[in-house]
């Protein structure tokens, strides 16, 4: 498999029909339909609880869905794993356990490994390509629990760009980060999407919205809209899907 | 020298000597996974719950062949099957009720481990040959290992031994994150199950020398221990097992030549000595490495103090180059609790301020420009 060939097939990244995913009988997402095309920087966004997290792990397969189709790149999941990376929220890990940046990012190798194979040279010099293109180099041999919170979320960034994939699932990839992350990881996100891959990123923050995403899915429980910026970036759609959670007074003028 | 003869030579030292250091290394590699997992209370309570297991087992097998031989294997099977369903028995009951994981856990623990202790009470009345021996799995007794108890611990220890070996990157990619391990194609309730299976081994291999009180011991303490002195997975597993080597043999071998001395509870001793020594003394971690840090950090924040003081004096009198404060004024700015004058002594060893004559003081160039940074960037100290 070629993972630099640029994209020339019209199929989507990610194509849902009808999921519906419940946690103990209360449903999480409803009845959800949503085409992310390839090349595209898309962010999801929505409240607290409107299931983000949860459709990024239904496309994954880690969780259940009680009704519903998912399509990566025209395929079943279980055929495109390897074309995938995900990166979790940061906060799902113990970041104390004993380990370097290195290790944390040698495990993004371990999937192209499979079972049983061990990480050798080639792996080594893959991990350490994707340290230096987060910028990371000078902190490679750091234990973690000693990184700042955007030093661990590049940490995580480069545990995903080992493994080459095509499409970038990511929770919350700028929750608590700093400026100069930032700035990082949107520039590693262009440079994906220069290279014909598609990145997918679960966000909260309305501010920020436009700035990182050249295409938005609103979603509450259910999704409210899809597409462009500038098609969704609208204050009725906002408003709508973010009801009484949203605070208008602060962020009213950034929607006109 | 006779000691060290007998080792090798006499049958029950040699047992207890082989069959302790195998469990103890099996114990501290595979405590760290379960350190890491947050497990360390699913292991007491699988150690304490084996208790019924094993007399169930001896039981069974005297009702079935009118022995009783205390066959190592059946009452190893009777305590893996008490021990996971207590397990089971506590994640299901969290699932169907409000109850958290440690209280399930507690009452699982509660409910089996008194199971075992009414069933030994049971068998105390009736007469039954060899029944003396299962007191021995309370507090253990490592002096009652035979030669094909050892084996048997050979065999199992060498097994899971072997599958950490050879899992190794799966086991390390899970136990840090689970999930993404999944995203990448390994199966999170596979590695699950395995890594269970082979903590909870360790622990069974374990009960007849240390006693299902105790054992939990022998796989939390050298994982917490190891902990302190690295930040490397596998220098910890190596050293984690190394301290249940140490552990294990020395207590075995002590309750051995002792008459009457349970072999869990010396264990413990043991393992709590290196355990205290690593939590005071390792040298990143350790508390009074952190002391000493912690020490250096406020002398910093103080120096930093005091330069800044001086500073903002010398703007304040718009002061030529030359003059200079007086600590007792420096000593006004702020209700400071600490010696201004030893600050300012400091200052001048590290080349910052110039004593002009007897109490007064003055920034140097270097001083001027490490002042006017701290106070620009927020945060920095000297």
């Known amino acids: 498999m070629n993972s630099h060939q640029v994209t020339v097939n019209n199929l989507p990244a990610v194509e849902i029909n009808d999921l519906t995913v419940a946690y103990n009988e209360k449903p999480v997402l409803w009845d959800i339909d949503l085409s992310i095309p390839q090349g595209v920087i898309m962010g999801i966004a929505g409240p607290n609880g409107a299931g983000k997290s949860t459709l990024i792990k239904s496309i994954l397969k880690l969780v259940k869905p009680i009704a519903g189709k998912i399509k990566i790149l025209g395929e079943d999941y279980d055929k495109v794993r390897k074309r995938i990376a995900y990166v979790p929220q940061r906060s799902a890990v113990d970041w104390d356990f004993p380990a370097t940046v290195f290790d944390v990012v040698m495990m993004g190798t371990y999937g192209q490994l499979g079972w049983f194979r061990r990480p050798g040279k080639i792996q080594k010099a893959l991990a350490f390509d994707a340290i230096q293109r987060v910028g990371m180099e000078e902190y490679a041999d750091r234990q973690i629990s000693q990184l700042s919170g955007g030093q661990q979320q590049r940490t995580f960034i480069a545990r995903a760009l080992v493994q080459n994939a095509d499409v970038f699932l990511l929770d919350e990839p700028f929750a608590g980060i700093d400026a100069k992350t930032e700035k990082s990881i949107m520039q590693i996100f262009r440079e994906l999407k220069g290279e014909g891959k598609t990145i997918i990123a679960v966000h909260h923050e309305l501010i920020t919205l436009s700035d990182y995403f050249d295409m938005i899915t609103v979603l509450n429980i259910k999704i409210y809209a899809s597409g462009k910026v500038e098609d969704v970036y609208k204050k009725e759609i906002i408003y709508e899907a973010y009801g009484g959670h949203f605070n208008f007074s602060q962020n009213e003028s950034i929607l006109d | 020298m006779e000691f060290i003869h007998d080792i090798f030579f006499d049958y029950t030292i040699r047992n207890v000597a082989l069959g302790s250091s195998i469990l103890g290394i099996v114990a501290g590699a595979f405590g760290s996974f379960a350190f890491l997992r947050r497990e360390s209370l699913a292991g007491d309570v699988v150690a304490h719950s084996a208790l019924p297991g094993i007399v169930l087992a001896f039981l069974l097998g005297f009702f079935i062949t009118g022995s009783s031989s205390k ?220 002391l000493i840090k912690n020490i250096a950090r406020k002398q910093r924040i103080r120096l930093s103090l005091v330069l800044v003081d001086l500073y903002q004096l010398k703007i304040h009198h718009n002061d030529d180059y030359n003059v200079g404060h007086s600590a007792k004024v420096l000593l006004t700015m702020h209700e400071q609790k600490f010696n201004v004058r030893k600050s300012l002594i400091i200052l001048a060893e590290l080349g910052l301020v110039r004593n002009m004559n007897g109490d007064v003081w003055v920034l140097t160039d270097k001083g001027l420009k490490k002042a006017e940074s701290i106070l620009l960037t927020k945060g920095e100290l000297i």
Do not use: C
Request: proline content about 2%.
């Open chain 2, 71 to 290: 066959n190592s294997l059946v009452l190893i099977l009777g305590a893996t099957i008490t021990g996971f369903l207590s397990m089971h028995f506590s994640s299901r009951l969290m699932n169907i009720s409000k109850i958290k994981s440690d209280s399930s856990m507690g009452i699982m623990l509660a409910v089996f481990f008194g199971l075992g202790i009414f069933l030994l009470s049971l068998i105390q009345r009736r007469n039954i040959p060899g029944k003396s021996g299962l007191q021995d799995y309370i507090f253990g007794s490592a002096s009652t290992l035979t030669h094909s108890d050892v084996n048997i611990i050979l065999i199992f220890g060498a097994l899971t031994l072997m599958s950490l070996f050879i899992f190794w990157k799966e086991f390390k990619l899970h136990t840090f994150d689970r999930t993404y391990a999944h995203s990448l194609g390994f199966n999170s309730k596979l590695l699950d199950t395995m890594m269970v299976s082979s903590i909870v081994i360790a622990i069974i291999i374990g009960l007849q020398s240390v006693g299902v009180i105790l054992m939990v011991a022998m796989i939390v303490t050298p994982a917490a221990a190891a902990r302190q002195w690295t930040n490397k997975l596998s220098t910890m597993v190596i050293i984690s097992a190394f301290i249940g080597l140490v552990a294990g043999l020395s207590g075995a071998l002590i309750s051995a030549s002792v008459q009457k001395l349970p072999t869990g509870p010396v264990i413990v001793l043991l393992l709590v000595l290196i355990f205290v020594i690593s939590i005071l003394f390792s040298p990143n971690r350790g508390l009074i490495a952190e």
